[in-house]
């Protein structure tokens, strides 16, 4: 991000590069040096390939079989898609059907030169296809074919459905289709970055594999990362990210069935949202702005322009150098905000009901995602009540002093001690899911609403799952004056915020909302030891890329 403020441009420097500057140049040159090599031999891969993949003219079944032209790629003839059956449709209700299906080549088996076994993959659904030549139906070109396809390629598969006689170890269909005809759509490099093989493997199997004397891959996360549009092609990935949608959707169906409305604020903003250092800054057309560190101010002003109740699904930007497992400097937000009658006590009726129903429609709707994750990565099931438990901060507090923890009365609690009171909350409650409330003012935002009884205590919550703390959430202060008052006592520089706090001078409802990260509640829930491996393309202090 560029600075708020302009800068001056600078002279041409007359001194001699400085020797770091030369290593630096030294080690680029050798860098692209590098990659020039890797993408010459990339480049002698697939000229090799495509001549082992090169299709017999004098064959009489050559049209069975080859690369499909990219003129008939590039929406050339419209085709009814209904033709295609999904891989996790292919049953044994369908024996002796001819089908046509589209995935990519897992994996391949030659046996000899007339038969090869292929492993295509759908949306993490696989089937074996066999291509075995038989007289004016396959032919020896065509096995040959299929055999020097390269793994992840893109490929279209016609045959007849079979079910064979004993079970399918390598496939999750039960099924086998005997190939006809088979077409490579997209060809994958010949040798990949990462073996999508090692990516899927989980720590057990190495660990097992160590103790038998050998020494399996193991893919780091940075690789992953690196290389994340391969990454994700994994079971477990696969899961992740369906399980993210489902509560994404989750949220959202119950929000819409108890009356709130879908908003969509801007983040591109004149001020800060939250207060703190931690905000991108930016030249916004001669003036100084940020990114949303949540979309805080504009869904109270929605709440002061009658909305009632609303939420939004929406990004979130975090300037902190938080370099954790559980901090990102972009995720998504879950946000809402709404009116109340009396008490914030229905905010948090709101998050309780909420939630429960979110891990019910998870573990009635996701079984096989989680079972993709678990197997990868394990996990317990998380346990939760059906009534969620509440404490008080300084009921939680008291209970990590009984514990030998020491905790400042009016300070925020730590990793540790989150992780701790979640552990004692579990072994006395039985719950890895819990509020705890009226929080110091002192550690909450400047829109916080003091509690009427102690002004150092808040009418704020936070939510856990695990030990790790997922919502923060409060009555907002809904009075103008005080809202200044606050928002000065906490650095933060009134003018910016002035259409904020003014959208309070016209009368205001008593309100208060929430806010929660996706990719948080998706670690926590499926127990996961890195947010970034709940994020598709994670942003962090460290990374912008892919």
């Given at each position: 991000m560029s600075s708020s403020e302009p800068q001056e441009p600078s002279a041409p420097s007359s001194e001699p590069?400085?020797?770091?500057?030369?290593?630096?140049?030294?080690?680029?040159?050798?860098?692209?040096?590098?990659?020039?090599?890797?993408r010459r031999r990339q480049e002698t891969a697939l000229a090799s390939a495509a001549s082992k993949l090169a299709v017999d003219?004098?064959?009489?079944?050559?049209?069975?079989?080859?690369?499909?032209?990219?003129?008939?790629?590039?929406s050339k003839t419209p085709v009814d898609p209904s033709r295609w059956t999904r891989v996790e449709n292919l049953e044994k209700s369908l024996e002796g059907k001819h089908v046509m299906i589209r995935g990519r080549a897992q994996a391949l088996r030659p046996v000899g030169k007339k038969m090869a076994f292929l492993v295509v993959r759908e949306s993490g659904f696989t089937v074996q296809c066999l291509v075995q030549a038989q007289q004016d139906l396959v032919s020896v070109q065509m096995v040959k074919y299929a055999a020097a396809l390269s793994r992840e390629s893109v490929i279209d598969v016609e045959g007849l459905v079979s079910v064979p006689s004993e079970p399918i170890k390598g496939a999750t269909q039960q099924v086998e289709v005997q190939v006809r005809k088979l077409y490579?759509?997209?060809?994958?490099?010949?040798?990949?970055?990462i073996n999508l093989e090692d990516a899927a493997r989980s720590e057990a199997e190495i660990e097992k594999a160590l103790q038998a004397g050998e020494q399996l891959v193991r893919v780091n996360q940075d690789t992953r990362l690196n290389f994340r549009v391969l990454d994700l092609r994994t079971p477990a990935n696969q899961g992740i990210?369906?399980?993210?949608?489902?509560?994404?959707?989750?949220?959202?169906?119950f929000l819409l069935s108890e009356g709130f409305r879908q908003i969509h604020t801007p983040k591109l903003i004149a001020g800060s949202s939250e207060g703190g250092a931690a905000v991108f800054r930016l030249d916004y057309k001669g003036h100084p702005a940020c990114l949303a560190q949540s979309?805080?101010?504009?869904?109270?002003?929605?709440?002061?322009?009658?909305?009632?109740?609303?939420?939004?699904?929406?990004?979130?930007?975090?300037?902190?150098?938080?370099?954790?497992?559980?901090?990102?400097?972009?995720?998504?937000?879950?946000?809402?905000?709404?009116?109340?009658?009396?008490?914030?006590?229905?905010?948090?009726?709101?998050?309780?009901?909420?939630?429960?129903?979110?891990f019910d429609s998870l573990n009635q709707n996701c079984k096989k995602d989680l079972a993709a994750v678990a197997y990868q990565y394990p996990f317990e099931p998380l346990k939760y009540?059906?009534?969620?438990?509440?404490?008080?901060?300084?009921?939680?507090?008291?209970?990590?002093?009984?514990?030998?923890?020491?905790?400042?009365p009016f300070g925020d609690l730590n990793t540790e001690a989150e992780r701790k009171l979640g552990q004692l909350v579990l072994e006395k409650y039985g719950t890895e899911f819990y509020i705890l409330y009226r929080y110091p003012l002192a550690v909450r935002p400047f829109y916080t609403m003091p509690c009427y009884d102690n002004p150092q205590y808040s009418n704020s919550f936070d939510v856990f799952i695990r030990g790790e703390e997922i919502i923060s959430g409060a009555q907002r202060v809904h009075n103008a004056e005080m809202l200044e008052k606050r928002a000065e006592s906490c650095g933060i520089d009134v003018k910016t915020i002035s259409t904020y706090i003014d959208s309070f001078r016209y009368g205001a409802p008593t309100h208060g909302g929430f806010g929660v990260g996706l990719e948080r509640v998706v670690m926590l829930f499926c127990g996961l030891n890195n947010i970034r491996k709940a994020?598709?393309?994670?942003?962090?202090?460290?990374?912008i890329a892919p």
């Amino acid at each position: 991000m560029s600075s708020s403020e302009p800068q001056e441009p600078s002279a041409p420097s007359s001194e001699p590069p400085s020797s770091d500057q030369s290593i630096s140049k030294k080690a680029a040159k050798k860098e692209a040096m590098k990659q020039e090599k890797l993408r010459r031999r990339q480049e002698t891969a697939l000229a090799s390939a495509a001549s082992k993949l090169a299709v017999d003219e004098e064959d009489p079944l050559a049209g069975n079989y080859g690369d499909i032209p990219m003129e008939e790629l590039q929406s050339k003839t419209p085709v009814d898609p209904s033709r295609w059956t999904r891989v996790e449709n292919l049953e044994k209700s369908l024996e002796g059907k001819h089908v046509m299906i589209r995935g990519r080549a897992q994996a391949l088996r030659p046996v000899g030169k007339k038969m090869a076994f292929l492993v295509v993959r759908e949306s993490g659904f696989t089937v074996q296809c066999l291509v075995q030549a038989q007289q004016d139906l396959v032919s020896v070109q065509m096995v040959k074919y299929a055999a020097a396809l390269s793994r992840e390629s893109v490929i279209d598969v016609e045959g007849l459905v079979s079910v064979p006689s004993e079970p399918i170890k390598g496939a999750t269909q039960q099924v086998e289709v005997q190939v006809r005809k088979l077409y490579c759509v997209s060809r994958a490099l010949p040798t990949l970055p990462i073996n999508l093989e090692d990516a899927a493997r989980s720590e057990a199997e190495i660990e097992k594999a160590l103790q038998a004397g050998e020494q399996l891959v193991r893919v780091n996360q940075d690789t992953r990362l690196n290389f994340r549009v391969l990454d994700l092609r994994t079971p477990a990935n696969q899961g992740i990210f369906s399980i993210q949608s489902q509560v994404e959707n989750a949220f959202r169906q119950f929000l819409l069935s108890e009356g709130f409305r879908q908003i969509h604020t801007p983040k591109l903003i004149a001020g800060s949202s939250e207060g703190g250092a931690a905000v991108f800054r930016l030249d916004y057309k001669g003036h100084p702005a940020c990114l949303a560190q949540s979309p805080q101010l504009h869904k109270q002003m929605a709440i002061c322009a009658d909305f009632g109740r609303v939420f939004e699904i929406g990004p979130v930007f975090r300037a902190e150098d938080s370099f954790t497992h559980r901090h990102l400097c972009e995720f998504t937000g879950l946000d809402v905000e709404m009116e109340i009658k009396k008490h914030y006590f229905e905010v948090m009726d709101i998050v309780d009901r909420l939630f429960v129903s979110i891990f019910d429609s998870l573990n009635q709707n996701c079984k096989k995602d989680l079972a993709a994750v678990a197997y990868q990565y394990p996990f317990e099931p998380l346990k939760y009540l059906r009534q969620t438990l509440r404490l008080t901060y300084e009921e939680g507090v008291q209970m990590l002093k009984d514990a030998g923890v020491e905790i400042e009365p009016f300070g925020d609690l730590n990793t540790e001690a989150e992780r701790k009171l979640g552990q004692l909350v579990l072994e006395k409650y039985g719950t890895e899911f819990y509020i705890l409330y009226r929080y110091p003012l002192a550690v909450r935002p400047f829109y916080t609403m003091p509690c009427y009884d102690n002004p150092q205590y808040s009418n704020s919550f936070d939510v856990f799952i695990r030990g790790e703390e997922i919502i923060s959430g409060a009555q907002r202060v809904h009075n103008a004056e005080m809202l200044e008052k606050r928002a000065e006592s906490c650095g933060i520089d009134v003018k910016t915020i002035s259409t904020y706090i003014d959208s309070f001078r016209y009368g205001a409802p008593t309100h208060g909302g929430f806010g929660v990260g996706l990719e948080r509640v998706v670690m926590l829930f499926c127990g996961l030891n890195n947010i970034r491996k709940a994020s598709l393309y994670p942003r962090d202090p460290l990374r912008i890329a892919p």
